[in-house]
């Protein structure tokens, strides 16, 4: 292996775009990609000045000059996709939601613990410098006790049956696209949460259009989340604490700013967390750290915060009632 880590990208369609295109922002060696086609991967390295092109995912895998691989497929293959990737002896940056299902999750983590090799979750909003910051504010103390987190996650996508979005077979649905995010928040700030409540909205072609879900800590704090693909929502997140609140502005889940307010509602805090490109490299240049220094497991998003929050979102889906043809 070299200094900085070659990185493979998995899959060529619109996530892996942008995630390829942000770590030009950083200098990062792309090394490969690996498409289902020839002619995408050729494409997609064209695009992005990529030395090698494979035509299947299994090649791109055993290319001995790739150490990491990004999985960026539809979420029904992550697991299928980043076994591939571990059996060739890379780490893995693997897209959210991490896999269907925590079973597979908890497949992938243990493999790669067998094999000694770094898997993180790509929620790559957990790796922005406003929720570092966040972070510090609430470890201060400056919430007094942080009592709930009030967030949406709501978008007006396609609603062409055949989209990914809306179709089962490609693991469709809000909650596993937009709602993970809100999920994932919440066990951010809470961990593990209690009890959970659910309601949902399908959509014609039977995944989630909407779903509202509250979650309860056993120190009695509450999540109050919602999600929805054909409907815009304000896209802000509030923690409300006893002796001052942050105010998350839209979009909370991207590079963004906040606002500390006080009881009174005076700001005590304004941080604009706004960085060049998307910010999707950070998630990169943490995987790349945990590979430098040795280590496996993130203190930012861990592999059991991971399969906790695929097994949330499991619950979730037994509440509504929402399976998929491949489970
Ligand atoms: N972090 C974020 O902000 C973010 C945003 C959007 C999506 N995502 C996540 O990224 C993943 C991909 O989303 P996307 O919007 O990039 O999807 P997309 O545009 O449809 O691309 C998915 C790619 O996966 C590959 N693929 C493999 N099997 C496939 C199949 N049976 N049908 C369709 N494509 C297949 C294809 O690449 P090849 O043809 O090259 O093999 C395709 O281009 C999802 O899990 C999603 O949750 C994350």
């Given at each position: 292996m070299t200094d900085t880590l070659r990185w493979g990208i998995l899959g060529t369609g619109g996530i892996?775009?942008?995630?390829?295109?942000?770590?030009?922002?950083?200098?990062?060696?792309?090394?490969?990609?690996?498409?289902r086609t020839q002619e995408s991967a050729d494409a997609f390295a064209a695009e992005f000045g990529i030395p090698t092109a494979h035509g299947s995912y299994e090649a791109l895998a055993a290319d001995p000059d790739v150490d990491a691989i990004y999985v960026s497929t539809p979420h029904p293959f992550h697991a299928e996709n980043a076994l591939l990737a571990l059996e060739g002896g890379k780490h893995v940056l693997v897209e959210k939601p991490f896999t269907l299902n925590a079973?597979?999750?908890?497949?992938?983590?243990?493999?790669?613990?067998?094999?000694?090799?770094?898997?993180?979750?790509?929620?790559?909003?957990?790796?922005?410098?406003?929720?570092?910051?966040?972070r510090q504010i609430i470890a201060d103390g400056t919430l007094g006790e942080v009592r709930a987190l009030i967030a949406?996650?709501?978008?007006?996508?396609?609603?062409?049956?055949?989209?990914?979005?809306?179709?089962?077979?490609l693991g469709g649905g809000a909650l596993l696209d937009l709602g993970i995010y809100p999920v994932s928040f919440a066990w951010d700030l809470f961990d593990k949460p209690a009890s959970i409540h659910a309601i949902s909205t399908p959509t014609p072609t039977g995944v989630d259009q909407q779903t509202a879900i509250i979650l309860g800590y056993e120190t009695g704090q509450q999540a109050l989340l919602h999600t929805a693909l054909d409907a815009r929502g304000p896209g802000t997140a509030v923690i409300v604490g006893t002796e001052a609140r942050i105010e998350i502005a839209p979009t909370w889940y991207f590079p963004t700013s906040f606002e500390v307010i006080g009881p009174d509602?005076?700001?005590?805090?304004?941080?604009?967390?706004s960085v060049e490109g998307r910010g999707m490299y950070f998630q990169a240049q943490e995987l790349e750290r945990l590979v430098r220094e040795g280590h496996r497991v993130s203190p930012l998003l861990s592999p059991r915060q991971t399969i906790g929050i695929m097994e949330t979102l499991d619950e979730i889906r037994a509440q509504i009632g929402l399976t998929y043809p491949s489970e």
């Open positions: 892996a775009h942008s995630f390829t295109s942000d770590l030009g922002v950083i200098g990062a060696t792309v090394q490969a990609v690996g498409s079973n597979e999750a908890r497949d992938v983590v243990e493999r790669a613990d067998a094999k000694g090799l770094v898997v993180l979750e790509a929620m790559w909003s957990r790796f922005l410098p406003h929720f570092a910051r966040i949406d996650h709501d978008q007006k996508l396609p609603t062409d049956p055949k989209h990914r979005l809306q179709n089962p077979d509602d005076t700001v005590l805090e304004s941080f604009d967390g």
